[in-house]
């Protein structure tokens, strides 16, 4: 690892400010931050590609798309509540339970998919909102407001769905489009996760809601002497990381053809943060980008179906995805080069 | 595409000769069972040579299952074994498969299509198993001549896993065929399937019930149940008045090896290996063969305890 | 507790030598050559961005220089952390006092070298013992406690606490970094007899400020920087106010500041206060009129922050009324006041104003976004230009305006704040000690800048406990103490004699500190 | 000042220098924290004691001492962590690889328990300083950083011992009294959790090093500033992290009697971190007491023995948990009183 690590310094600097103009645009577009994790993807796909040629054929690359799709939404979404400076652990349980909820309600509106998405992503919103009520109104510290809730809409899924995986959505056009459709040769999952991605970046990048959320996350105070209206923002992106999540548990219905309470949606909390983290989200607010979350959520999965091909033993893939995220993060900081001091954010 | 078009490939791809790969997609890929699982498909692979399984963990994630499976797929494997983490993933499962012309077999937990056919099955057949643990367990009650009166059982499991809730299910019904007489009261303990869960949720049930002199216990696997019978014993139950009857006996072995008295009575040994090897066997013969697949193969489950477990072929670590 | 230093006086302390420094894109230090002696204080000036704060901070071992060296007492030294200049005796107060919010003030001042009992325990008893006697030796022993939490002090307060750290221990070298910048002239009054203290026990004094008036009353010599470049050092008998200013500038300021807003339409009043109790303060009434300049003074604590932050709606109001324009209004929040044209550039920058990680483009635009953008769109191009128009006209040292503002000299950072609100163009704008660490230059711009606005019709609140700033810009003044106004004076009646009386309406101890 | 004074007494803040001597006392000697934390432990208690007078018989109260000890441990551990700033999310990993350490290394050297304990302790120191070197010289942030070594201790975990339970613990006197023994009448796990606890606490309040930390965590720029070696603190504080995730790993091998690779410790670092968040812990650093954890894991604590205790099914005990959560913290800040703006710390 260490030599590549080394490789990475010695080649000059891209972001050195006295380079031509034309790669300042290129790296401005890019984002310097986002420059060391297409390195360290660059690095994986060519060590992978040269050990099995496979990982190229389109079907794998799909195969790969349509596995990130449903984390890489969640990913995104706590990028934009992190970026507000908060945190949202409780992604994965609203995702099981709009996925429980989706199906229920297909069945019981016996066989309407339209309403069943419709219900579920109600629902999202509502737990969303949920989130942002008790964490504004009720002043409760968003990691343990949504570390409550992440226990409590568990609860709420396994109580409507007696625990047991809901409903049978296989036989469904509108799912069956869903989990394995595709439009212009790109699977359906992949569509929605892209399409999603990009209105939440240019909604950050471009909007002033974005750039206020940057300002919340980068000074609250400071936000709201210039007139910002906090607590609304608070809510806002809560429920609309409820109304993701909720899309995504839409997903896990339409992929595993049943309504599933937990499985399919447990741990995938950690998972988006990590994301959002390896893709240079401080998570002390203020600073993220959808772009380098979407280049870390890539870097997981290309790293996981990757393994998988090379037959690596399970347990040596937890050793490397570990490893994996030391190291993509510490080329990150090598470039950047800050004085080694105290905490890194 | 709108996804629905059924690529209409032969069921099972004629005679195949060359080097054979298969995948083997497990939930709970890091509990000891599965472990073993994967290494009696490996050992089986090397054996009849020319034959590669690549392992993979799904966890309890049935959205990882489809991932797993659909990169199974892409990368062209030729057979695919896997114990889904929910069985209701059955019909995407075995649409998958068939749409990809690729033989499949489902491994421990059976799985059925849209229509409600099973696709070929090896393992344990998840109720009878439970059966037999309930079967032991009443046999050992009603030997030891306990009254329903003074008698507690404990039932202790991961409820929002349906395998577990059916093989537990399956414990009751056989358990009061074979004590016969009134079956004692069953408290449901509801477990993360770690021993460690199962210690604690049980102190608390216990102590709920400090003047019960005997305890039948039963759950969904080794886990549960030495965990189970571990609180008992630190709450100073006398491994005499314990039947814990476990399920998989890797660790009730534990106990045994060390020649401890102990309240973990017997357990049904399901050899792992034996499952994996099969399963990739079966695989691979109808891939060079072109036959179908066998409906089903269920693995020979054995009964055992302090006396007879090594004979068994039960490896203890 | 400062130990005198054994140097006989008159021998240099610290000598600075050809030391030069650059960050990304500025040079902040070029080849400076300075010297302080053992029982002398050494005023450094420039204008913001002159590069004061650098050459303390390497002082300091916070920076390291790119070249020169230090020499401490005839030693070589290379100070690589905080901690090894901290233990040579060598202290910084720095401009921007660092608290730690949830501990004690006594732990806060002894930070890094609490005093121990056997093994590792903490000797709480000698910890309260010795900040209170110093407390009591530096005459601050009435504006602040050892045990209030870090977090609810004041600006004055905190800067106090940031000195009190600087004294602990063994102090060879000690360098104050703009430290009045946030006191009141009482305050004052206590900081300058510690240091004059500190100078006759022998400590090397470097004393950072763009007030003239503390220059001339505290300094024994003056050394000038200019753009990193040292551009030259008086003895503070031989030379003048003028002199400064234009080796500081380099070119004359023709006289400080001149008022030339007539006050037109002084009848109309745009921010009407009506007998207003919060937690802070009591019953207060005042009007800001249209074309106006409202001055509001009073020692540290009097309570004039926390008055005009529940005027915008940022504190609670217990009972009273505010009108804004003749119209009463409900602000429930500082949201509402910039809807309705009220704009507060608070005291605290760091900590209420900047959003330091992001660009001076994004501090300046934050109060317009909305305005600037179409359909939630924000317009780049016009954003830059209106940003580079406010850069420009309050001159802000900064390469660009895609700098982060965390990396912007500190006067220069309170410029960025001016310009937020000037982007914003409000009906009253309430400026919280709007020339703190800002530069004479900078200072005249500012001061004509408000003479502007006002001329413009805008009302304009200015709290601010410099009291020749007061006297030049307002044309009413208002005085607070303990959180009650003890009276108004106009332009020409203002003296200030008269402010101090009102100021201290109640008895003074003999440090000249309120009780 | 008389204006602060007034301030400052008529707020219920305890620091208040008016305040009646005695109660003041008092309160500093629960922390005003832990009152909100002491209120909702008791309505708790009497719920359930009403409901079940069993609740009160000293078996089950040694049943919920001894269920709290391990996860209790780590989040101690984790107070510390997070006082200074930071996070450690592989703590529960950490804990594994240690139990199977100590049980491989017991059986290793024919049933030597102490080297077996040795054996972990020394793992954990180590696994705790890989954290802290990844962070302080590899300039990784803590939540990636311990994200990393989640996967990465996990899967070594796994690997030596190939996933397998390992070796045989119940015979050995010295585990059998970790696990089963007691002093005083009180189980052995409640002393080892206790006198940890104890240590900790004394380390954070009343030596330099834990003001230290919490200056560091409160105002790192101060702490170094005034020659505060952060770097060291920081290695300090991961390494006792390791220490005390490799006890609780040795009590997981006790209780189990066998070295568990992965079942037993994963997700202790969300009840760790729930736990430390819900006993006043703010996760930007500099506050938080050990006092306030430890009511929070027995609150906790008692919560689950009490749902099982009345039988209540387990989907609405993860409900209930939820609510709890969320009750408990409003209460904290309901008489906090603080302004509902912005996102609470
Ligand atoms: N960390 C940094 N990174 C980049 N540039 C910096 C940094 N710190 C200071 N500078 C630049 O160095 C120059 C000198 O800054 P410095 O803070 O020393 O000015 P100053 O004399 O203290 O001004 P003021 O009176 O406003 O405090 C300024 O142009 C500033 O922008
Ligand atoms: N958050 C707080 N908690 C407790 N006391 C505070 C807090 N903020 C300020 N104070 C005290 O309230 C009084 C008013 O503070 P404030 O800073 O508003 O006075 P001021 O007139 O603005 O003086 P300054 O010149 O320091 O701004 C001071 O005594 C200050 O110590
Ligand atoms: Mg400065
Ligand atoms: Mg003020």
């Known amino acids: 690892m260490s030599q590549t690590a080394d490789r990475i310094a010695s080649s000059p600097a891209p972001d050195s400010p006295t380079r031509g103009l034309s790669l300042r645009r290129a790296l401005d577009f890019v984002g310097v931050q986002n420059v060391s994790l297409l390195i360290a993807l660059g690095i994986l796909v060519t060590i992978i590609g040269t050990q099995d040629p496979v990982f190229f054929q389109t079907a794998n690359i799909k195969t790969i798309g349509t596995a990130v799709a449903i984390s890489g939404l969640l990913a995104v979404a706590q990028t934009v509540v992190i970026v507000l400076g908060a945190l949202d652990i409780s992604v994965g349980s609203q995702a099981g339970l709009a996925s429980v909820v989706s199906a229920m309600a297909f069945t019981a509106t016996s066989g309407n998919a339209a309403l069943g998405i419709a219900a579920a992503l109600a629902l999202g919103l509502c737990c969303g909102l949920v989130n942002g009520v008790v964490i504004v109104f009720g002043r409760v510290n968003p990691v343990i407001a949504t570390l409550a809730t992440l226990a409590a809409f568990k609860g709420v899924a396994q109580l409507v769905s007696n625990g047991r995986a809901q409903g049978y959505t296989g036989a469904d056009p509108v799912f069956i489009f869903l989990s394995r459709g595709s439009i212009a040769g790109i699977p359906t999952l992949i569509w929605v996760f892209v399409l999603a991605a990009a209105a939440v970046h240019v909604m950050l990048k471009y909007t002033d809601l974005g750039r206020n959320i940057y300002a919340i996350g980068g000074n609250d105070n400071a936000a709201r002497l210039s007139g910002i209206n906090i607590n609304r923002y608070i809510l806002g992106v809560y429920a609309m990381t409820g109304l993701i999540a909720a899309l995504a548990g839409i997903l896990i219905t339409a992929r595993t053809g049943s309504g599933q309470p937990v499985s399919g949606s447990e741990g995938l909390e950690l998972e988006a943060i990590t994301a959002a983290a390896l893709g240079g989200c401080a998570l002390k607010g203020g600073k993220g980008a959808v772009s380098g979350t979407i280049l870390a959520v890539l870097l997981l999965g290309v790293l996981t179906n990757g393994m998988t091909l090379l037959g690596i033993n399970p347990f040596w893939q937890n050793v490397a995805k570990g490893t994996l995220l030391v190291v993509a993060v510490v080329i990150q900081q090598v470039r950047s080069g800050e004085r080694r001091v105290g905490l890194p954010t | ?317 | ?515």
């Open chain 2, 1 to 317: 595409s709108s996804g629905q078009e059924a690529t209409d490939n032969p069921d099972v791809g004629g005679q195949k000769t060359g080097p054979i790969t298969i995948a083997y997609l497990q939930k709970q890929g890091d509990q000891q069972y599965f472990v073993d699982e994967a290494a009696g498909a490996t050992d089986a692979a090397k054996e009849l040579g020319e034959v590669k399984v690549s392992v993979v963990n799904l966890g309890l994630d049935s959205n990882k299952a489809i991932s797993e499976l659909d990169a199974a797929i892409a990368r062209g494997v030729d057979g695919i074994a896997i114990v889904a983490p929910d069985q209701q993933i059955g019909p995407q499962v075995i649409d998958k498969a068939k749409q990809a012309g690729i033989p499949l077999v489902a491994s421990d937990d059976s799985l059925k299509d849209g229509s409600g056919a099973e696709a070929p099955f090896v393992g344990f057949d998840g109720p009878s198993m439970g059966q037999e643990v309930g079967k032991k367990a009443g046999e050992l009650y009603k030997q030891a001549g306990w009254t329903a009166a003074d008698t507690r059982i404990i039932a202790a499991w991961k409820q929002d896993l349906t395998v577990c809730t059916d093989r537990v299910n399956g414990a009751k019904g056989a358990f009061t065929e074979a004590a016969g007489g009134d079956v004692p009261q069953i408290i449901e303990v509801g477990t993360d399937n770690t021993p460690t869960g199962a210690q604690d949720k049980a102190g608390a049930v216990i102590t709920a019930n400090q003047n019960v002199k005997h305890w039948v216990v039963w759950g969904c696997n080794d886990e549960n149940v030495t965990g189970v019978v571990t609180a008992l014993q630190n709450s100073g139950k006398k491994p005499a008045d314990i039947i814990g009857v476990g399920l998989g006996a890797y660790l009730s072995c534990k106990d045994w090896k060390a020649g401890q008295q102990t309240g973990n009575r017997a357990a049904l040994f399901i050899d792992g290996r034996e499952v994996g090897a099969s399963a990739i066997r079966a695989l691979v013969e109808s891939i060079r063969s072109g036959n179908p697949l066998p409906a089903k193969s269920v693995a020979k489950t054995t009964m055992v305890d302090a006396t007879n477990w090594e004979q068994a072929g039960l490896a203890c670590t």
């Open chain 3, 1 to 515: 507790m400062t130990t005198p230093a054994t140097a006989p006086p008159a021998a240099e302390a610290l000598c600075v030598e050809a030391l030069s420094k650059r960050f990304a894109g500025v040079r902040a230090l070029h080849d400076v050559h300075i010297d302080v002696r053992a029982g002398e204080v050494l005023a450094l000036m420039g204008e913001n961005g002159a590069g004061k704060s650098t050459l303390l901070k390497i002082l300091s071992g916070d920076y390291q220089p790119d070249s020169g060296r230090l020499v401490l007492e005839g030693e070589p030294v290379v100070f690589r952390t905080p901690a090894e200049a901290h233990r040579a005796g060598v202290r910084i107060i720095y401009q921007e006092p660092e608290i730690v919010p949830h501990v004690s003030v006594a732990e806060n001042v002894y930070i890094g070298a609490l005093p121990r009992r056997r093994g590792r325990l903490l000797d709480r008893g000698a910890l309260h013992a010795r900040v209170q006697a110093d407390l009591e030796r530096y005459g601050f022993a009435q504006v602040l406690r050892p045990d209030t939490l870090g977090g609810r002090l004041s600006a004055a307060q905190r800067q106090l606490v940031e000195i009190l750290r600087a004294l602990t221990g063994n102090v060879r070298v000690i360098a104050f970094d703009e430290p009045t910048s946030s006191l009141s002239e009482h305050e004052v009054d206590a900081l300058f007899a510690l240091i004059r203290r500190l100078r006759d026990d022998g400590v090397a004094i470097i004393y950072v400020s763009h007030r003239m008036k503390e220059i001339f009353r505290i300094a024994d010599r003056v050394a000038v920087l200019r753009d990193g470049r040292l551009v030259g050092q008086r003895a503070v008998a031989e030379t003048s106010e003028d002199e400064l200013v234009r080796m500081m500038v380099g070119r004359d300021l023709s006289a400080m500041f001149r008022r030339r807003h007539t006050g037109a339409a002084r009848d109309r009043s745009m921010l009407s206060v009506r007998s207003l109790t919060t937690d802070d303060v009591t019953d207060i009434s005042f009007d800001v009129r249209a074309g106006e300049v409202l001055g509001l003074t009073g020692l540290v604590g009097a309570g004039r922050s926390e008055l005009v932050r529940a005027v915008v709606g940022d504190l609670p109001i217990r009972s009273g009324r505010v009108l804004v324009d003749g119209e009463p209004v409900r602000l429930r929040s500082p949201r509402d006041a910039v809807r309705v044209g009220i704009g507060l550039a608070p005291e605290e920058r760091k900590a209420d104003a900047l959003i330091l990680e992001r660009t001076v483009r994004d501090n300046v635009s934050l109060a317009v976004l909305s305005r600037l953008s179409r359909f939630r769109i924000v317009r780049r191009g016009r954003e830059r230009d209106l940003v580079n128009r406010y850069v420009r006209q309050l001159d802000v040292r900064t390469p660009s305006v895609e700098q982060e503002v965390r990396r912007l000299s500190g006067g220069n950072q309170q410029k960025v704040v001016l310009a937020r609100w000037l982007a914003r163009r409000p009906k009253v704008l309430i400026l919280d000690e709007p020339t703190r660490g800002i530069d004479v230059g900078a200072k005249a711009e500012i001061y004509s800048l408000i003479d502007e606005l006002a001329a413009e019709g805008i009302a304009v609140l200015v709290i601010s406990s410099e009291l020749p700033e007061i006297l030049g810009l307002a044309d009413r003044i208002i005085v607070m103490q303990h959180g009650r106004i003890t009276g108004e004076l106009t332009h020409d009646d203002a003296t200030e004699e008269r402010i101090l009386a009102l100021a201290m309406a109640d008895q003074l101890t003999s440090e000249g500190v309120i009780r």
